[in-house]
């Protein structure tokens, strides 16, 4: 049986009290037994009246929340202190890295810098490749220009050797020609003189 119900005025104190169960046990005697419903949920006390027990409750509850607060300010203490320490070790931290960033930095623009040396460098070497590529392309179409002409020479060096053999030969008939005439000349010479 829950008190509030047995007992007017007490009903608004005990509601307050959420955290504690007030329960009447009826007998010869009426007595209040307090119970924490959270934590550890062991018994407060055990009181004649109804009022004791709600002053019980609220001593409990006090006595609590100084525990709780007094627990509660060690832990400060004790955070505010690693706090501290942390703030120290991330102050060196934090100028081992502005350390760290100035050498990185300066790393970067040392990395720029051969870049923009490498970059240049790489425009130049494809200007030269191109102007050397297209110095390949027009010395190729030179050979194949020279291989036909070079073609065409031979080809007109074979028909004039044509053109050679067959005039020996004409050269060398006529003088044949020229020879048996020139003995027939003289054997009609000789046939007229006598």
């Known amino acids: 049986m829950v008190a509030f119900?047995?007992?007017?005025?007490?009903?608004?104190?005990?509601a307050e009290l959420d955290d504690y169960s007030f329960e009447a046990q009826v007998g010869e005697?009426?007595?209040?037994?307090v119970t924490r419903r959270l934590g550890d949920g062991g018994s407060?006390?055990?009181?004649?009246?109804v009022f004791d027990a709600v002053v019980k409750a609220r001593n409990d509850l006090k006595q609590s929340l100084q525990t709780e607060s007094t627990a509660m300010g060690t832990e400060l203490t004790e955070v505010d202190r690693q706090l501290g320490l942390i703030a120290a070790e991330q102050k060196q931290d934090v100028d081992a890295m502005a350390g760290r960033i100035e050498e990185l930095q300066a790393l970067v623009a040392d990395y720029e810098s051969q870049?923009?040396?490498?970059?240049?460098?790489?425009?130049n070497l494809s200007v030269n490749a191109r102007i050397i590529q297209d110095e390949r392309s027009s010395r190729r179409q030179?050979?194949?220009r020279l291989r036909l002409e070079l073609e065409e020479l031979r080809t007109h060096q074979y028909e004039l050797e044509q053109l050679h053999r067959t005039l020996v030969d004409q050269l060398l008939r006529i003088r044949l020609d020229?020879?048996?005439?020139?003995k027939r000349e003289d054997q009609i010479r000789q046939q007229l003189t006598r």
């Open 115 to 123: 870049l923009v040396a490498k970059s240049g460098e790489f425009q």
């Open 29 to 33: 005697k009426t007595t209040w037994n």
């Open 44 to 49: 407060v006390v055990s009181n004649a009246t």
């Open 5 to 14: 119900f047995a007992v007017p005025g007490t009903g608004s104190a005990m």
């Open 142 to 144: 030179d050979v194949t």
């Open 178 to 182: 020229n020879h048996h005439l020139k």
